[in-house]
Structures are given as C-alpha cells and as structure tokens.
C-alpha cells in the first residue's frame, strides 16, 4: 500500500513548455484533488475529482488542466509554464463515503516545479 | 480573499511548555475544521479536527478549541516536544463543498531544547 506518489519530485521548466505532473493512489479513493502551495500562501485548491471522469475547478484552476479516466491516476497538465506556476504541488485523496473521511485526505509528498 | 488566516507566521517554544496556534475565518458557511502538520518536504498529514457542533476536541496532547461567535479556533499541544517542530496549516470546509478544503498560510512551530 503506497498510499498517495507523486512523480517528479522536482522539476524545471522553460517558459512556454508544457508538462504533466502525476497522481496516483491505490486505495480506491473516489475524491482526489491538487493542491499548490506558496510562501504566505497556504495550500489552494487548483482541480479535484469525485471519480473516473468527473473533474471540476477548484480556487486557482487557470493554467492547468486535469482529467480522471482511472479511479487510481489524477494527472495535472501545465499547456503553457508560467513563472507564476513556480510552486509546491500537492496531490490528496480521500474516500467520499462520510464526511469524516475528511480526517484521512492523504497528501502525497509533492512536486517541486521551477519555471525559468 | 483568503477565508482563513493564520496570523502568525512562525511561533517558537520551549520543550515543555504549552503551544497556542492561532486561527481565524470569515465564511460563517464553514462547518468543519482541520488541523494539518507538514515537515520538510513531506505532504501534510492531519492532525486533529472538530465540527462546529462542538467547541473542543482532545487527541492525547493536542486539543482544538472553536469559538464561532468569534470565528476562531486554536490548536493546544500540551507538552511540546521537538518533534513538534513543523509547520501547521488551519483548514476549514463546509458540508456542501465536497469537503474542499481552504487553508490559512501556516505556522511554522519550532520547539527548543
């Protein structure tokens, strides 16, 4: 059981390159989502999931584009890296079956991403 | 428009000694409340959390308090040890929302000897 990976650890990136980072959990977690985090920031919500093929918008969702063919695998697609994007990303899931499955959301152990 | 704020950016204290963190939010519609924990170059993990039905919840050293009338919660850990030291990250959800989370910026804790 290795809970939430996430590939790269760290990468950098051009301005204008694009790239994909990957999410995958294998403890058949309905709800899974993106997270970047920021210096005085926190965490923000960019895209989550409530199951194979249902993807919304979360707080900053502009520049990034996500899709859920599989219950297991959540990618985040960057179509054009900004220096913006410069950040800490986190991907979570969790099961949806009570609202106190809040408390085990498991965050896998991030993606450092530069863009030059 | 952060909807949750933590104030204190970092917060240091003595092995021993109580720590207080700080948390406060604006959206009366938050229902739910979550402390998270995060070392260096780890995920967060959760920590503890607490329904707005309730005003405190107790996990062993650590205890959240909730004050809705003012919009306020705070963490306890009582005693802090040094592996207390990370930064802690207030989140808060309500009950139409998927459980997406909204989270303060953080405050980095780091306990002295």
């Known amino acids: 059981n290795a809970g939430v990976t996430q590939t790269p650890k760290f990468q950098v990136l051009k301005t204008g390159q694009s790239m994909t980072l990957q999410c995958a959990q294998d403890?058949?977690?309905?709800?899974m989502s993106w997270y970047r985090q920021d210096p005085g920031m926190g965490l923000r919500l960019i895209h989550y999931?409530?199951?194979?093929?249902?993807?919304d918008q979360g707080e900053v969702p502009n520049g990034y584009n996500v899709s859920r063919s599989t219950t297991e695998d959540f990618p985040l697609r960057l179509l054009s890296a900004a220096p913006s994007q410069t950040s800490v990303y986190f991907c979570?899931?969790?099961?949806?079956?009570?609202?106190?499955?809040?408390?085990?959301?498991?965050f896998g152990p991030g993606t450092r991403l530069l863009v030059l | 428009d952060q909807q949750v704020k933590q104030n204190s950016p970092s917060l240091s204290v003595q092995e021993g000694r109580i720590s207080i963190l700080n948390c406060d939010y604006t959206?009366?519609?938050?229902?739910?409340f979550l402390w998270y924990k995060k070392y260096p170059a780890e995920g967060p993990t959760f920590l503890i959390s607490?329904?707005?039905?309730?005003d405190k919840n107790e996990d062993g050293r650590f205890t959240v308090f909730l004050n809705k009338s003012a919009k306020h919660l705070s963490l306890h850990i009582v005693p802090s040890q040094p592996g207390d030291s990370a930064v802690y990250f207030c989140?808060?959800?309500?009950?139409?929302?998927?459980?997406?989370?909204?989270f303060g910026a953080g405050t980095q804790v780091v306990v002295t000897p």
């Open positions: 959206n009366s519609m938050f229902d739910y």
């Open positions: 999931s409530v199951g194979a093929g249902i993807t």
């Open positions: 979570a899931s969790r099961s949806l079956a009570s609202r106190v499955s809040q408390e085990t959301q498991y």
């Open positions: 607490i329904s707005s039905i309730k």
């Open positions: 403890m058949n977690h309905e709800y």
């Open positions: 989140a808060a959800s309500t009950t139409d929302s998927w459980g997406k989370l909204q």
